[in-house]
T-cell receptor
Framework: GAVVSQHPSWVICKSGTSVKIECRSL??????MFWYRQFPKQSLMLMAT?????????EQGVEKDKFLINHASLTLSTLTVTSAHPEDSSFYIC??????????FGAGTRLSVL | GNSVTQMEGPVTLSEEAFLTINCTYT??????LFWYVQYPGEGLQLLLK?????DKGSNKGFEATYRKETTSFHLEKGSVQVSDSAVYFC??????????FGAGTTVTVRA
């Protein structure tokens, strides 16, 4: 099946720094990618929808200036957590939608902000 | 709004036991319904889906039927294996490709 690679799988950073997470579709082109956030023992919450070549669409309550999303190509989307704080610590997951409208998920990135 | 409620876990079973994970939903219109599975250390994978009422999705011995009258999409497997140990997520999509997930149910199958 299709593969979505997410990198890094785990990152630890100091409060106030920015962290970039990459999401790549390895064997298909994805016009749409999605970014989710998952808290411990809770469900995935959609943060934003990323369309190639256009601005991301953010869900209500998600700060667009805090979570910068770039979808520069059909195989790569990035999420940058700017000026990270401990409350941003979470598990971030991306998915990519193929032409058959199936979403394929990355393995996730665990962000720990000290 | 759209929401999914699924059975809380964790669920622990013996091999060859019958598994049911309940899932009900609230949505406007006629959403597509999904079950995703997450094996340890891996990303979510689509297990099965149904796009309209009375559709039955099936894969790897798992089945779920889209029940519009009860707004449910319960997941079942007749005989589980240790390799079925994972977290299972019920989800819906109201045709805009955005997925709304349930909280997930952790299933552990013991030999």
């Amino acid at each position: 099946g299709a593969v979505v690679s997410q990198h890094p799988s785990w990152v630890i950073c100091k409060s106030g720094t920015s962290v970039k997470i990459e999401c790549r579709s390895l064997d298909f082109q994805a016009t749409t990618m999605f970014w989710y956030r998952q808290f411990p023992k809770q469900s995935l919450m959609l943060m934003a929808t990323s369309n190639e070549g256009s601005k991301a669409t953010y869900e209500q309550g998600v700060e667009k200036d805090k979570f910068l999303i770039n979808h520069a190509s059909l195989t790569l989307s990035t999420l940058t957590v700017t000026s990270a704080h401990p409350e941003d610590s979470s598990f971030y997951i991306c998915s990519a939608r193929d032409l058959g409208d199936i979403q394929y998920f990355g393995a996730g990135t665990r962000l720990s902000v000290l | 709004g759209n929401s999914v409620t699924q059975m809380e876990g964790p669920v622990t079973l013996s091999e060859e036991a019958f598994l049911t994970i309940n899932c009900t939903y609230t949505a406007t219109g006629y959403p597509s319904l999904f079950w995703y599975v997450q094996y340890p250390g891996e990303g979510l994978q689509l297990l099965l889906k149904a796009t309209k009422a009375d559709d039955k999705g099936s894969n790897k011995g798992f089945e779920a039927t889209y029940r519009k009258e009860t707004t449910s999409f319960h997941l079942e497997k007749g005989s589980v294996q240790v390799s079925d140990s994972a977290v299972y997520f019920c989800a819906l999509s109201p045709n805009d490709y955005k997925l709304s997930f349930g909280a997930g149910t952790t299933v552990t199958v013991r030999a």
